[in-house]
């Protein structure tokens, strides 16, 4: 990011500033999601039947997208992003 912030802006002192926030951001875009299931998944108890909400990862991401990110509820993929 550095690199490319060099390449646009040339060398100015707000380089380190922009290529970090620029940076910081994309890595939480891209794992925000993961990390989000991670906590899910970790922090899960079993239900009154003694079943637990999730078999796994997979099944994790398809119930989040299934209940919680759907346009008809009025609302959208930021479930993946609880706690950003």
Not at 38 to 52: A, C, E, F, Q, S
Not at 58 to 77: A, F, L, V
């Amino acid at each position: 990011m550095k690199e490319n912030a060099f390449y646009f802006f040339g060398p100015i002192m707000m380089n380190r500033i922009v290529a970090t926030t620029v940076g910081v951001a994309t890595a939480m875009a891209l794992s925000m999601p993961f990390d989000t299931v991670k906590t899910r998944l970790h922090t899960m108890r079993p239900l009154p039947n003694g079943v637990y909400p999730y078999s796994g990862m997979i099944d994790c991401i398809s119930k989040m997208y299934r209940y919680e990110c759907q346009p008809g509820k009025m609302s959208n993929w930021g479930a993946f992003y609880v706690g950003g």
